[in-house]
């Protein structure tokens, strides 16, 4: 079956980076697009940014520009995204998630199982 | 939040729940929505895309409608296992970016 999985929790200092991974299986990787949304404790889903697998072409929402790098290793099937720069209100669950088709609609299916990510000095 | 939800909805064990999305002409009126269900402690899950359309393993107790610049999820013949939160999401042309509504949480009686 279709299935992403991720990295486990991580615990950083702030300005330190994390690096998240979403493995994916039971599809052809090249073929979708994968996204990331974030999830802070007690709050709303926010979109970060997708990646082509295929062609590693990126589109990072503007609130993220210049501290997400979102990458991806087609030999293992894996996605990544690194967050730069840490602040404590980074502090959330990622989730990588696949698009259902293979145009880039945002209808994000299926999920990773997230990766707490918490941000302390 | 871009998209606006209703905090809370309610209702009995069998009735039925609607929760609305209320958005803009960048967003919800030209743009298609999805619907999310996120259960306690896990990943969401995908209800409802393209508007009103219902993947294979979601049934058909859940639909999606649009009208303007509102979208709805419907919810029949609500179950405990329902109680969840509920997330609308679509593209914001102004902004070039995904949003999400700020979430519904539905509590069956």
């Known amino acids: 079956q279709v299935q992403l999985v991720q990295s486990g929790a991580e615990v950083k200092k702030p300005g330190a980076s994390v690096k998240v991974s979403c493995k994916a299986s039971?599809?052809?990787?090249?073929?979708?697009?994968i996204h990331w949304v974030r999830q802070a404790p007690g709050q709303g889903l926010e979109w970060m940014g997708w990646?082509?697998?295929?062609?590693?072409?990126?589109n990072y929402a503007q609130k993220f520009q210049g501290r997400v790098i979102m990458t991806r290793d087609t030999s293992i099937n894996t996605a990544y995204m690194e967050l730069n720069r840490l602040r404590s209100d980074d502090t959330a669950v990622y989730f990588c998630?696949?698009?259902?088709?293979?145009?880039?609609?945002?209808?994000?299916?299926?999920w990773g199982q997230g990766s707490l990510v918490t941000v302390s000095s | 939040s871009v998209l606006t939800q209703p905090p809370s909805v309610s209702a009995a064990p069998g009735q039925k729940v609607t929760i609305s999305c209320s958005g803009s002409s960048s967003n919800v009126e030209y743009n298609y929505v999805s619907w999310y269900q996120q259960l306690p402690g896990t990943a969401p899950k995908l209800l409802i895309y393209d508007n009103n359309e219902r993947p294979s393993w979601i049934p058909d107790r859940f639909s999606g409608s649009k009208s303007g610049t509102t979208a709805t999820l419907g919810i029949t013949g609500l179950q405990a296992g329902d109680e969840a939160d509920y997330y609308c999401?679509?593209?914001?042309?102004?902004?070039?970016?995904?949003?999400f509504g700020g979430g519904t949480r539905l509590t069956v009686l």
């Open positions: 998630a696949r698009d259902l088709e293979r145009e880039v609609r945002a209808w994000f299916h299926p």
């Open positions: 999401e679509t593209w914001d042309s102004s902004l070039s970016t995904v949003v």
């Open positions: 039971g599809y052809t990787f090249t073929g979708y697009y």
């Open positions: 990646i082509k697998p295929e062609s590693g072409d990126t």
